[in-house]
């Protein structure tokens, strides 16, 4: 007997196929946030939840670029404030950026997120696809959090 190739497996995706799938997503995600960032000119005397719109839409392009450490942790960021049960952050992860205008984006979205009413997800185009999206491409789906539900 052989054994088939891991892809075989029922529900499996075959590797090309996840990862054209990932490129769409991808090149779709940046279509949508370079509009955006066209939209949302950055003033130096903007209010705090346009600096966090701002900061959020480059944080979601770094999140979906190269595959770097400093990528993984802003994706790990932003996954948090959209569901927070399933993505805890270690708050040490934030050692791993190096540039510092990356981690004041980082606060500024944190900001913005304290004085806005709206879910984290609601800040952007299919919002719950866009995170979704983003745990599968980092492999964060299925993560559970360590801490008990708080009711």
Same mark, same amino acid.
């Given at each position: 007997m052989?054994d088939a $190739?891991?892809? %075989?497996? %029922? !529900?499996?995706? $075959?590797?090309?196929q996840?990862a054209?799938?990932?490129?769409? #997503?991808?090149?779709r995600l940046q279509r949508i946030i370079e509009a955006?960032v066209?939209n949302?000119?950055?003033a130096?005397? +903007?209010p705090?939840?346009?600096? &966090?719109e701002?900061?959020l839409h480059r944080?979601l392009l770094?999140?979906? !670029?190269? #595959?770097?450490?400093?990528a993984k942790v802003?994706? #790990? *960021?932003?996954?948090n404030?959209?569901? &927070?049960? #399933?993505?805890?952050?270690?708050l040490?992860? *934030?050692r791993?950026?190096?540039?510092?205008a990356?981690f004041?984006?980082?606060?500024?979205?944190?900001?913005?997120?304290?004085l806005n009413n %709206? $879910? *984290?997800? &609601? %800040?952007v =185009?299919? &919002?719950q696809?866009?995170?979704e !999206?983003?745990?599968i491409?980092?492999a964060? +789906? !299925?993560?559970q959090?360590?801490? =008990?539900p708080? *009711?």
């Amino acid at each position: 007997m052989t054994d088939a $190739p891991s892809f %075989l497996v %029922l !529900g499996a995706t $075959p590797p090309d196929q996840h990862a054209s799938e990932q490129a769409r #997503r991808t090149e779709r995600l940046q279509r949508i946030i370079e509009a955006q960032v066209e939209n949302v000119a950055a003033a130096p005397d +903007e209010p705090a939840w346009v600096k &966090g719109e701002s900061a959020l839409h480059r944080l979601l392009l770094i999140a979906h !670029g190269k #595959r770097t450490n400093t990528a993984k942790v802003v994706a #790990r *960021f932003l996954l948090n404030p959209y569901h &927070g049960q #399933r993505f805890p952050i270690d708050l040490i992860l *934030f050692r791993q950026i190096a540039d510092d205008a990356v981690f004041a984006d980082c606060v500024a979205v944190l900001t913005q997120d304290r004085l806005n009413n %709206l $879910p *984290f997800h &609601g %800040l952007v =185009p299919d &919002g719950q696809a866009v995170y979704e !999206g983003l745990a599968i491409d980092w492999a964060f +789906e !299925g993560q559970q959090s360590v801490l =008990p539900p708080v *009711f």
